[in-house]
């Protein structure tokens, strides 16, 4: 890969910037929306009350609510609020790593190798069995999910990033600004950053769905978050013996809401990833 | 009355015998992890099939003969003499002799606490059928042992026992495909009369399974959650039977000064050792509601360990639901919400605690949710916490937890409240000791018989001065005790049951050999 091609690959990215953008606005309305609300959402709607179990929707409680009286809708909002920073704080250690690995691979030869096997083994592992290890080994809990998903989401960023970064630095250029004597942090900044940045975020916004649907996968399993706090997975465990008794309200706004902010961002991840990623190439 | 029915019941059993041969289908759980061994723990609860005990409780929960025709205990309150039947057999033909029942006793003492026999020394068979049971103090609840622990044969009992059981019990093994189902069908030699069932099935597996037995018409007798009893399918009726199998917070009783349990947990909480914060926790609860969250009304309110058995104190109890007396002993300790943050606080100390529920409990979930609301309104704030049993088991000597206990034995009551078994398994974990209780459950147990004994029992609940029960130490703020859910074949008559202990499923068999199919097939 040539300094022209790259070149060129940044152009395109600006060019084919408007369905990012599009989907970006959705799924940043939809993030701001689940935040915002449950912030504002009176404690008292969350509330169990023993005078309003198992209710069918009604113009009161629009989704419903559940065996211990509580709203449906706003305790689906909670939970995805609770959800999205899971995910938040999950996709942003994942990638956190994802870098660190790329950029100790690029520093020097055995770092990389390690990388590479590290990598290729984590690869090879069955994802949700990983993930299940390591909740386990915390003892379950928000942390327990937290450290999970950011050390299990880190393999397909990291492999991704070695080979761009690997590509960049055997680059002409590098070599260029090498023979120039520019000391190693100047090529980091001035070289790799802005190659590797679109893939980082693109990156980013690819593993937050998956954080957000391993939380909820963790947390019906019973790994996850405390059962008595509002949590997709939770909720979408609770509603299995709910629905059998007749009270499918219980699971249709968990079910919904979390099928909207994961598809929201897979299709922004999605699209950043189109326009990230150079022409006709393969990552 | 007793007498009434059951002559009603042996009319029954004649008139309906002879067209009632047939099998008889259970989706109620029960398996034993470690198979069908009373000496490693089988056959506690519910009717241990294979076995037959000395004794056994009937439907008051009196002690009535089995093996046992005559029973005593010495004048110093150590040897019970036991007189047993001679018409007794083992599945295979044997007699049961007094050596069977020194050999099943004594081998459970050395089989290492899998079956609860302290104080118990040595049993010595003193004639063929005269057997004497030595202990090394008077423990008159000794006598729940002589009811639960099944005899097995001295002769065949090996390694392999607890796969192919032999005893003098009603049924004897037909088939255990483990995990799946046991089938077991009448033992001829079975002392106590024709079993009308020519087999009996017991289906294991999911809850969720036994409903789906239910539904398609396999099932006769299904264990169902609370939450579905009230929709039975056709042909079977929901059955609600009242327990002893209860649930409450368990209070820490001693202040935190740092100290560690044996196994390094910390131990103590400032705010539970305040016997304020535990009476008024005790004076706040709507149990009554309780019960409507998170029962759905299948139960009923709790005050003790054992409400409704022999042994209870209802005096112990305070009345709950009563928030204005809550604050007001709250205040009168000192107990002041002065920065007006919605908890009160006494010397800088916030009136908050966990209540720490096991997370795999959606009942007991719901208890410390309800627990938790019903508290705010006192300025108490109580932090709901869902654990797993192991993070419990390091949590429980300083954090309150929802517990459940509740046995047809009231050596349970001693093991609760004693201050010799703070922090033994899960029986005391709040540290618990007043020696004045102690002294009335010592004083219950080394009683010379059961009625003189239950007067010492309702003492250590409150004696007018002291006591575990609310109106004393309030070790406890007991909630709830829960109503298990059958459903059951319209055609199945139980008969008058027992009020059932601690754990919904297998302890409904307790009289299987008794039931009767009511239908001509």
Redesign the interface.
């Known amino acids: 890969m040539t300094a022209l091609d790259i070149s060129a690959d940044g152009e395109g990215t600006v060019r084919g910037i408007r369905p990012p953008l599009h989907r970006g606005l959705w799924a940043a309305c939809l993030l701001i929306l689940v935040l915002g609300g449950s912030a504002l959402l009176p404690a008292n709607l969350l509330e169990i009350d023993a005078s309003a179990i198992g209710r069918a929707p009604d113009p009161g409680h629009p989704f419903g609510t559940d065996s211990l009286g509580r709203d449906v809708a706003a305790r689906t909002l909670a939970a995805l609020a609770m959800s999205v920073k899971v995910g938040l704080v999950a996709a942003t250690a994942s990638t956190g790593i994802a870098l660190l690995l790329s950029l100790a691979a690029a520093s020097n030869r055995v770092a990389d190798q390690a990388v590479g096997v590290l990598t290729e083994l984590a690869l090879g592992l069955p994802h949700f069995v990983l993930l299940i290890m390591i909740a386990y080994a915390m003892g379950g809990g928000t942390n327990g999910v937290v450290v999970a998903i950011a050390f299990t989401h880190w393999p397909r960023l990291a492999r991704l990033l070695r080979h761009e970064a690997q590509g960049v630095a055997a680059s002409d250029y590098v070599a260029a600004s090498q023979a120039l004597g520019r000391p190693a942090h100047w090529i980091a900044r001035h070289h790799m950053a802005p190659h590797l940045a679109p893939h980082l975020i693109a990156g980013f916004v690819l593993i937050f769905p998956h954080a957000i649907l391993h939380e909820a996968g963790l947390s019906f399993i019973g790994l996850g978050i405390e059962p008595h706090l509002p949590s997709i997975g939770v909720m979408l465990a609770e509603s299995l013996r709910e629905i059998i008794a007749g009270r499918w309200w219980v699971a249709v706004a968990p079910g919904a809401g979390l099928l909207l902010v994961a598809l929201a961002f897979e299709r922004f991840g999605e699209a950043l990833r189109v326009a990230a990623e150079p022409p006709g190439g393969a990552s | 009355m007793t007498k009434l029915t059951a002559a009603v019941l042996c009319a029954a059993v004649f008139l309906s015998a002879p067209l009632s041969a047939r099998p008889l289908v259970l989706a109620v759980g029960g398996e034993p992890d470690g198979g069908f061994d009373p000496l490693t723990g089988w056959g506690r609860y519910g009717n241990p099939l294979f076995q037959s005990t000395l004794l056994k409780r009937d439907a008051d929960l009196t002690l009535e003969g089995d093996l046992a025709t005559d029973w005593g205990l010495s004048e110093d309150g150590l040897i019970w003499s036991v007189t047993l039947r001679e018409d007794a057999r083992f599945s295979d033909g044997a007699p049961v002799t007094a050596e069977d029942v020194a050999f099943t006793f004594n081998t459970a003492r050395d089989a290492g606490g899998l079956v609860d026999l302290q104080d118990f020394v040595a049993a010595r068979a003193t004639g063929p059928f005269t057997v004497d049971l030595e202990l090394s103090a008077p423990r008159i609840s000794f006598a729940s042992r002589l009811a639960t622990l099944g005899i097995v044969p001295a002769k065949s009992y090996g390694p392999g026992y607890a796969r192919e059981p032999i005893g003098s019990g009603p049924f004897r093994m037909v088939e255990w495909q483990e995990g799946a189902q046991l089938v077991v069908e009448p033992n001829p030699y079975w002392h106590g009369g024709e079993v009308p069932f020519e087999r009996v099935s017991f289906v294991f597996g999911s809850e ?1 399974a036994g ?1 789906a037995l239910a539904r398609t018409g396999v099932a006769d007798v299904v264990a169902v ?1 609370a ?2 009893a009230d929709a039975p399918p056709e042909g079977m009726r929901a059955l609600h039977i009242e327990t002893v199998d209860n649930r409450g917070l368990m209070f820490p009783m001693r202040p935190d000064t740092g100290e560690r349990s044996a196994g390094g947990a910390p131990i103590g909480n400032d705010v539970t050792a305040d016997r304020a914060i535990r009476v008024a926790v005790n004076q706040a609860l709507d149990r009554d ?1 309780l019960v ?2 998170a029962l ?1 009304g299948h139960g009923r309110p709790a005050t003790g360990p054992a409400d409704g058995l022999p042994w209870d104190n209802p005096d112990a109890g305070l009345a709950g639901n009563d928030p204005d007396a809550a604050r007001a002993t709250l205040e009168a300790a000192g107990w002041v919400d002065a920065d007006g943050d919605g908890t009160r606080e006494k010397d800088g100390l916030p009136a908050r605690f966990a209540i720490v ?1 096991p ?2 409990d ?1 009942t007991r ?2 208890l ?3 627990a938790a ?1 019903q508290l705010r309104g006192i300025g108490i704030t109580a932090e ?5 049993w192991d ?1 419990i088991g390091a949590m429980m000597h300083s954090n309150v937890v929802v517990f459940g206990w509740g046995a047809h034995d009231p050596s349970e009551v001693y093991n609760l409240y004693h201050g010799r078994f703070a922090a033994i398994d899960d029986f005391n974990p709040g540290y618990y000791d007043n020696p004045a209780v102690n002294a009335h459950l010592e004083a219950a147990e080394s009683a010379n018989d059961f009625a003189a004994s239950l007067p010492h029992w309702r003492a250590a609940a409150w004696d007018g001065e002291t006591g575990f029960g609310p109106r004393g130490d309030a070790a406890w703020a007991w909630m709830v005790n829960l109503e298990h859910s059958y459903w059951v074949s319209e055609c199945l008559d139980m008969g008058p049951m027992q009020i059932h202990p601690h754990g919904h499923g297998f302890p409904i068999t307790h009289d299987l050999p008794g039931w009767r199919w009511t239908c001509a097939e």
Do not use: I, K, M, V
């Open positions: 969720d409903l959650p939450s579905q509601a409507a969250l759905g529920y997370s795999s959606s979930q719901a410390a949710l309800g609301q709901p916490a869902g654990r797993s993070e």
